[in-house]
């Protein structure tokens, strides 16, 4: 079974940035697709970034220009930069995993930000 384990999130000021790290640990098989999602008090939880296995990335519109996912194969790590952040981007961010055919979800990591 695949773990993963979120990093980096804290209290910023809007105009600030974040760098959250998510590591893949356990059976591992062969991670594709990785990325975060984002999950804010009383709304469902939302796509942020994406990243293949051929490091082509996707990215919801609410992050284009602002945010940059990256990944390090060697070490199972998936980033994701966050910048210019504005305080609707306060939510909890959770680190997912595709591995073959199987789904893996990270325990969250919470991104505040203040105005």
């Known amino acids: 079974q695949v773990q993963l384990v979120e990093s980096g999130g804290g209290l910023v000021q809007a105009g600030g940035s974040l760098r959250l790290s998510c590591a893949a640990s356990g059976s591992i098989f062969n991670i594709n697709t990785m990325g975060w999602y984002r999950q804010a008090p009383g709304n469902e939880r939302e796509l942020v970034a994406l990243?293949?296995?051929?490091?082509?990335?996707i990215y919801a519109d609410s992050a284009k220009g602002r945010f940059t996912i990256s990944r390090d194969n060697a070490k199972n790590t998936v980033y994701l930069q966050l910048s210019s952040l504005k305080p609707e981007d306060t939510a909890v961010y959770f680190c997912?995993?595709?591995?073959?055919?199987?789904?893996?979800w990270g325990q969250g990591t919470q991104v505040a930000v203040s105005s």
């Open positions: 997912y995993a595709l591995d073959r055919n199987r789904h893996f």
């Open positions: 990243i293949t296995s051929g490091d082509t990335p």
